[in-house]
């Protein structure tokens, strides 16, 4: 028995060397690099610059691209960039795209004094939605290209690299970039933007990591249908079609926006009456941007046939290969396996604040040791579901990452101990992190290769959707309940998870078994 466990991690350590297995870390750093780029770091710049922090809310938006990539991941999966794609090949192409986009968006950021006025807000804006939507594009390709260029049984492995290599780049990108900031002279009061735009410049120069990669790795080579088999003027017509629609969800949006803000005021500040007018507010975008994907495809705007090799196809696929009850059923784990987590992630920085620690410790603590904690989750995670199989790590992962929420009600009546505070965010980012790479694995095992970006995308969005929206209103249910009711909640809403995984554990094996 020790021969063979050790055999085990042996076999584990060489695969760690496999070339796709290390591309993954370079990959992933990459990918972890444009987020707080939009987010944190640029929030504190626009702070330093005198920027109202109603404004700074509005940079949020830039970022919708996460939520909603897999609108047109089938594009990506279908079309071929001029040029690129005869050198290059379909995945390499998008992703030297993508990182080009993300490099240009960056810098056009740097170039831009969001004090200076002159619509300089709004062109911050312009080229913060452009580095989202170039990272999501990013994401998309990644997750394509991961799924394609490895056997099932390294994809946990790769799932778990990529994970460590995404965290130093959100490190990078958020702790590093403000301490360069600082380092080149600006600090709230004493704005200079000189140094911000050193910051970005030289946060544009470490996507180099990634482009570079591209270069190096090679096409993945998997059977699929054939591609790129329309006319040209058929793919610029479905192109321009989801332009149009795309056009018309945002349009409506923001055009809605001021009437669905006075709506939620006189409505109340309930969490849950919030949530439904955005709802409501999301689903009307939605019905507009249908509406006008529909109008044209109805005036013939676009090849029907086309149409739906590209968007309907890969979902058709999935159902009819897992059947309505197992489809059903594995969409609700996706839905809801990160909730508990997510939910909860929202707000530890604001609960360790309010527990009277400083803002060093707090950042030493979560946003060094805790991203070093979860990144030795991730590569757990996926050696033990190399070894032992994802099922089984996945209903472990939904178990730890309910329960390690318990210790955050303990921490309530603790009071600001510093030790307990390194505990609970060992244990929080080991499981997030254990859970996260595990979650990957399963996502990628549900895939079929001839819809690898559109149908990954669509798990990957659904996965994060209910739990971010929920999320959102985190601090309303804490001071509806207090923290102590709120951590207890987080760990119940979790425990439902753990059933569907042993229910899809349980429908899966039956399926193995008879195909």
Same mark, same amino acid.
């Given at each position: ?61 830039? /970022? ?149 990669? +591209?270069?190096? %790795? ?72 249908? *509406? ?8 013939? /705007? ?55 620690? +400083? ?75 254990? /859970?996260?790479?595990?979650?990957? /694995? ?46 207890? *909640? +987080? ?16 429908? *899966?094996?039956?399926?193995?078994? %008879?195909?």
């Amino acid at each position: 028995m020790t021969q063979q466990l050790s055999a085990s991690w042996r076999q584990a350590g060489r695969e760690c060397k496999n070339p796709r297995v290390i591309s993954m870390l370079f990959l992933g750093f990459a990918a972890g690099i444009p987020l707080l780029l939009i987010f944190s770091s640029l929030s504190l710049w626009l702070r330093e610059a005198g920027v109202e922090r109603d404004a700074v809310t509005f940079f949020s938006w830039a /970022a919708l691209g996460y939520s909603f990539k897999f609108v047109w991941a089938p594009l990506i999966d279908r079309l071929p960039v001029p040029i690129l794609t005869r050198h290059f090949g379909r995945r390499r192409a998008w992703l030297l795209l993508a990182q080009l986009a993300i490099v240009t968006a960056i810098i056009l950021m740097a170039l831009i004094d969001p004090a200076s006025g002159n619509n300089s807000l709004h062109q911050m804006a312009l080229a913060a939605v452009l580095l989202g939507f170039s990272a999501a594009t990013q994401d998309i390709v990644i997750d394509a290209y991961r799924i394609e260029s490895a056997p099932p049984h390294l994809q946990a492995l790769l799932s778990s690299i990529y994970i460590a290599g995404y965290r130093i780049g959100m490190v990078v990108a958020g702790a590093g970039a403000l301490t360069l900031a600082s380092i080149f002279g600006s600090e709230l009061g004493a704005y200079d933007y000189t140094a911000w735009r050193a910051t970005y410049l030289l946060m544009a120069m470490t996507v180099l990591v990634g482009l570079v990669t +591209t270069l190096l %790795i090679r096409e993945p080579t998997v059977e699929r249908r054939a591609a790129y088999s329309a006319a040209p003027t058929d793919y610029m017509r479905l192109l321009a079609v989801f332009l149009l629609t795309a056009g018309a969800f945002a349009i409506s949006f923001f055009l809605t926006s001021a009437p669905f803000t006075a709506a939620k005021l006189a409505a109340g500040s309930g969490a849950l009456a919030s949530l439904l007018w955005e709802l409501l507010h999301l689903g009307l975008s939605l019905v507009a941007a249908i *509406l006008t994907g529909g109008l044209l495809v109805r005036v013939g /705007a676009v090849n029907r046939l086309m149409l739906e090799d590209t968007w309907i196809a890969p979902v058709r696929d999935f159902f009819q290969r897992y059947g309505l009850k197992t489809a059903a059923l594995l969409l609700a784990l996706i839905g809801l396996y990160r909730i508990s987590d997510i939910v909860l992630g929202v707000m530890t920085n604001v609960f360790y604040q309010d527990l009277g620690f +400083t803002k060093p410790q707090i950042a030493t603590a979560v946003q060094t040791f805790g991203v070093i904690v979860s990144i030795v989750g991730g590569v757990l995670g996926g050696v033990l579901a190399t070894r032992y199989g994802v099922m089984r790590m996945l209903l472990l992962g939904a178990i730890v990452s309910a329960a390690t929420n318990l210790i955050f009600v303990v921490f309530t009546q603790t009071g600001a101990q510093l030790s307990l505070l390194y505990f609970a965010v060992s244990a929080d980012n080991l499981a997030a992190g254990f /859970a996260s790479a595990v979650f990957i /694995a399963f996502l990628s095992s549900l895939t079929n290769v001839s819809f690898t970006a559109v149908q990954y995308a669509i798990f990957s969005s659904l996965m994060t959707l209910l739990p971010k929206l929920l999320g959102g209103y985190s601090g309303s249910i804490v001071e509806n309940v207090g923290y102590s009711s709120f951590f207890l *909640l +987080t760990t119940v809403i979790g425990i439902p998870v753990i059933g569907l995984v042993w229910l899809a554990g349980k429908r *899966l094996a039956v399926r193995n078994r %008879i195909d």
